[in-house]
């Protein structure tokens, strides 16, 4: 009996049902979620620079993406978009997150939590 590798035997899967046809990339859902930290941050700042009257001192520096794992992804219901689980550090600090990942009206990848 031939052993198949699991890569092989979920690629054949996907291209007879074409249900991982839409998965998105994971240099995609890093890109994705690489401009959803910075537009929270810059919300974070500048709500804390409005209510502080103005920049004081240093703003706090934004967590880097230092590695992003994509683990698998799911049809996301009812919601457009995939709900995917992956791993990332930031900073060096290693979690495990679920996010939804969908396409926006300009066709980039955005995140949403859930």
Do not use: W
């Not at 198949?4 to 049902?17: F, R």
């Not at 994971?26 to 500048?46: D, I, K, N, P, V």
């Not at 703003?59 to 799911?74: E, L, N, R």
């Amino acid at each position: 009996m031939t052993r198949i590798s699991t890569g092989l035997l979920v690629a054949a899967l996907c291209s007879v049902v074409g249900a991982c046809a839409d998965d998105p990339a994971e240099s995609a859902m890093q890109q994705a979620m690489t401009r959803a930290m910075t537009q929270a941050y810059q919300g974070q700042f500048a709500a804390a620079s409005f209510l502080m009257g103005g920049s004081r001192g240093q703003a706090i520096a934004m967590p880097t993406i230092t590695d992003f794992h994509k683990i698998g992804c799911q049809p996301a219901q009812p919601a457009a978009g995939h709900l995917c689980e992956f791993t990332v550090s930031l900073n060096g600090r290693e979690s495990k997150n679920k996010g939804r990942f969908f396409k926006a009206p300009d066709g980039t990848l955005t995140m949403a939590d859930r």
